[in-house]
């Protein structure tokens, strides 16, 4: 694969036409792409045999990141998301990470996690010796419920009964059986194979299964997402860069020991993991799931709270090292993945050839959200930026249309009064400019 440049120096500043005709040539896309990005994506009768009880669709905007490099491979990054600023920070963070060589990213095998409740047993102990002996054979009727799967490498990877001898309903057996989806998220696969378990998991433990279900804290499904930035790279005009760094590394250790604070800090990790995964039709309830879960892992800094997802800290050249880990249980084959005609675009925008790689930039891409996000909060304050994208959103409340939507929002910015009644009264005016 040739590894084009993902470098789009004023992108920003094309029409949407012209910004869609750079995609369309760097992806290879043809027409039928080139219609759905331009509006002709899922119709009404696509989304009612999606759903239950359809009425119609609800389209959020989308764009695409430019400026990624992972393990040395130029990306551009669809992200379908409504909030303002979002698009523009990854892509200025990871013009940043650019300059320390890009991100360097990895993925565990896809192996989800499916859970089988046990109870009423007549003795635990036995029970989880039961499930110990017969490891083997469980994992064979779970390979059983999907040849298709087991054809391409996956399938049952172990079986592990957790036993809990206090509950508020009596002694439980929670038995796990580990499964590699492969490229599929894997939700299906997981819940078609542990309710085949489940008969002979009652007769081996002399008890009664109840729920037969994934789990989405996906721990053994994680992908991992490194970058070193040369601390001048990191500094706003008029600011030292080591003291920028410094100012980052003390950000992250106030959403390290402060779970008000990581909540925050997550969810802006997650404001670019959840766009990449709406935009490419995988599940991001799923994803939010296993990531907060996941922060939530006392081993992770070895106390029992809710915690951060990254690591900033400042390396011993002064420079800025950012590293996540986090749970991502994504498909690119099956769902919606191969049902919504945007995800499917999407998809080949990315070029990614594995679920895990898919990981990977998802990894990546929040890794550079937070980067944006705390380095403006260590600087110049997060509102500074942010307002001056909210302004287009305040101008069409206001019901400006066309070019009167970045006039208006220009002199509100200006004004720094970016208020709706602001905005109501400038287009008065430019409206009665206009018509007389």
Same mark, same amino acid.
């Given at each position: 694969m040739t590894n084009k440049s993902s470098r789009f120096p004023g992108f920003y500043k094309l029409s949407v036409a012209e910004r869609v005709e750079k995609v369309i040539e760097w992806a290879d896309l043809g027409s039928d792409e080139e219609a759905v990005l331009?509006?002709?994506?899922?119709t009404a009768e696509q989304a009612s045999n999606m759903i239950e009880n359809g009425i119609g669709t609800h389209a959020l905007p989308l764009g695409v990141a430019v400026n990624f490099m992972i393990n040395q491979r130029h990306y551009l990054i669809p992200m379908a998301v409504e909030e303002p600023s979002v698009l523009a920070a990854v892509s200025n963070a990871a013009k940043m990470i650019y300059a320390g060589g890009g991100f360097t990213a990895t993925a565990t095998e896809p192996v989800m996690i499916g859970q089988v409740q046990v109870l009423d047993m007549p003795d635990l102990d036995t029970a989880v010796q039961a499930i110990h002996d017969n490891r083997e054979l469980l994992m064979e009727i779970a390979n059983s419920t999907s040849q298709n799967i087991v054809r391409r490498g996956g399938g049952a990877r172990d079986v592990i009964a957790r036993p809990f001898p206090e509950t508020a309903v009596g002694p439980m057996l929670v038995v796990h059986l580990h499964y590699d989806c492969r490229d599929a998220m894997g939700a299906n696969a997981i819940n078609t194979a542990v309710e085949a378990m489940a008969t002979t998991i009652a007769d081996l433990t002399g008890g009664r299964t109840n729920l037969r279900i994934l789990s989405n804290l996906t721990d053994q499904r994680t992908a991992t997402a490194t970058c070193t930035i040369p601390a001048e790279a990191l500094a706003?005009?008029?600011?030292?860069?080591?003291?920028?760094?410094?100012r980052i590394a003390e950000a992250n250790a106030f959403a390290v020991v402060d779970p008000y604070r990581a909540a925050t800090h997550n969810k802006g990790i997650m404001n670019g993991i959840d766009a990449i995964c709406i935009a490419t039709g995988n599940d991001w309830r799923a994803l939010e799931a296993g990531a907060h879960a996941y922060a939530a892992n006392s081993s992770r800094y070895g106390f029992g709270q809710y915690s951060s997802l990254t690591d900033w800290h400042v390396d011993d050249n002064g420079d800025l090292y950012g590293e996540?880990?986090?749970?991502?249980a994504v498909g690119t084959v099956g769902g919606a993945t191969k049902v919504h005609p945007t995800a499917q675009v999407a998809l080949k925008i990315l070029q990614v050839e594995s679920s895990g790689? !898919? %990981? &990977?930039?998802?990894?990546?891409?929040? !890794? %550079? &959200?937070?980067?944006a996000a705390i380095r403006a909060l260590a600087t110049v304050g997060i509102q500074a930026g942010h307002m001056r994208m909210h302004a287009r959103q305040v101008a069409m409340a206001a019901g400006a249309t066309g070019p009167l939507v970045d006039a208006i929002a220009q002199l509100l910015v200006q004004e720094k009064n970016i208020r709706i009644n602001r905005a109501t009264e400038l287009l008065e005016t430019m409206t009665k400019a206009t018509v007389s």
């Open positions: 331009l509006g002709a994506g899922l706003p005009k008029g600011m030292d860069g080591r003291e920028v760094a410094k996540i880990t986090l749970p991502l790689e !898919l %990981a &990977q930039v998802m990894a990546c891409v929040g !890794l %550079a &959200q937070n980067l």
